[in-house]
């Protein structure tokens, strides 16, 4: 069982999640961080972290956003390990709560 990053994150990428995790199971895409399933060792630490709340345990991944389990796993295999909170993008507040943002997810 792993934690997942859904939908929300994307153009949000706030990264206050990266900074609690203690195994740094996040890889780093331009707009959007995803999870490797591999690494995560489920402790929860990140969820309440995610001010986009974006991230939940894989067995609640809404049934909608479900694509995402696999998402995490593939892009987690692409991107870079990000270890440091870093500043997230200008326009990130405007984007957060916004449904459906898959569409804009860059690779
Ligand atoms: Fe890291 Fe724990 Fe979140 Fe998994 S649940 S990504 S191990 S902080
Ligand atoms: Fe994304 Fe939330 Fe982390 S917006 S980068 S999952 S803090």
Redesign the pocket.
């Known amino acids: 069982m792993a934690f997942v990053?859904l939908d929300?994150?994307i153009k949000?990428?706030?990264?206050?999640?990266?900074a609690v995790c203690p195994v740094d199971a996040?890889f780093e895409g331009p707009n959007?961080?995803a999870i490797d399933p591999a690494i995560c060792i489920d402790c929860a630490l990140?969820e309440p972290?995610?001010?986009?709340n974006?991230?939940v345990q894989e067995e609640k991944v809404p049934a909608a956003q479900q694509g995402f389990i696999q998402l995490n796993a593939e892009l987690a295999q692409l991107w870079p390990n990000i270890r440091e909170v870093k500043a997230a993008p200008t326009d990130a507040d405007k984007w957060n709560g916004i449904p459906d943002k898959l569409a804009y997810l860059e690779t």
């Open positions: 990053v929300n994150c949000c990428k706030y990264t206050d999640c990266v996040f959007f961080l990140c972290e995610c001010s986009a974006a991230i």
